[in-house]
């Protein structure tokens, strides 16, 4: 089911909002709110007489929303039965503005070319749901160079040779390069937080000590001498990180190959450094991480409510694989995408989405089972978005 929305006074209001007051007929007017919707689904201006536009005209002067602004997205089969393809300009522009940020620990926009974004982008071109971004097995096999097409981006599986522990983009070269070097992989568990969840690790605090003998011993417990800042602060947010980035312990980055580093079995050596002592400290107490058995302790009260997890994944599981399919049934996950998708298209910020609205977006992404093209769609159709940039 597609969300077709009438011509309300809302919308009626926004087209007399783009004629800023001079006198156009209805064409021009369609001709107006098609240009301002490819705009902003695909990022880039065309003027009013493209072909394009025009057809766009015609979908909205017949009350189809919905596929006026599928073709910003979409390029119609050439011919009947024909294939459909994904416009280049949205490839292009903010197709890779999407992705671009997530693959960088800068979160800049204008970043070159790099495997995760290419992994964002073939799989999104191919229809693949967007959790393939988190649990998946694929890479594309060459980073092509200018402008990107349809084919020039080759989904190619499995992600690396003799590799079980695949995990769609978390365990792609750039990401393991920007998040599992000079540390202890605790990085990759923020960064996959904040790329997919739009949550900050921060925010997984747990009082008393639910998990504290699972926080390892490079945490100090006295950090600069001051014991109560380990209780008050350290504490609370390590007993839920350092159970979960167990899920990354056998996986490295080596900067001088610029490969990434899978060890079955063994244990990085990173994962369990110990930092010198400094005066005045305690020896390091903690747990030694022997195995990628992970264990989700951010799960009651408010967590829960924050996260949404989902029930029939559980609370633990191995390896990275297991990790990023924790991460892509939460609930948060869908509604991440969501407030992104309308950050990059309606030009506003995600705070400006009522939440009944997200609820209802985020619901209808999992129903088109995680269909990123189609969310790009939905979200800038509605009044909410097409209104005046705020």
Known sequence: MKLLLPLNPHFILLVGILLTGEAFSETVASRRLAQRLYSHIAGVKLPLQD???????????????????????????????????????FINVNLFQFFAPKSVRSESPDTPMNDFIAMGIANTIADQPY???????????????????????????????????????????????????????????????????????SQMRLSGAVAESLITKDVSRAPGGDAPKFMSECRTCHQVLDPLRKAFAFHDFDAATNRPVYSPGVVRAKINRVPAVMAGEPQPLGSVVADSNWMNFATGGSNQTYFQWDASIGVTGSGAKDFGRLIAHAGAFSRCAVDQVWELVCKKKANHIPPVLRDRLADRFVVDNHNLKKLFIEVAIQPECLGEPS
């Open 51 to 89: 072909a394009r536009i025009s057809l766009m005209a015609g979908h909205l002067e017949a009350n189809r929303l919905y596929e006026a602004a599928k073709r910003a997205v979409i390029v119609p089969a050439a011919t009947p039965g024909g294939v459909e393809l994904t416009n280049e300009d």
């Open 131 to 201: 959790t393939e971004m988190v649990e998946g097995d694929f890479t594309v096999s060459t980073l092509p160079s200018g402008r990107l097409t349809n084919t020039n981006l080759t989904i190619s599986r499995p992600q690396r040779p003799s590799f079980p522990d695949a995990a769609g983009a978390l365990t792609s070269q750039q990401f393991l390069s920007e998040h599992a070097i000079n540390g202890t992989n605790r990085r990759i568990v923020q960064y996959a937080f904040r790329n997919f969840l739009c949550r900050d690790i």
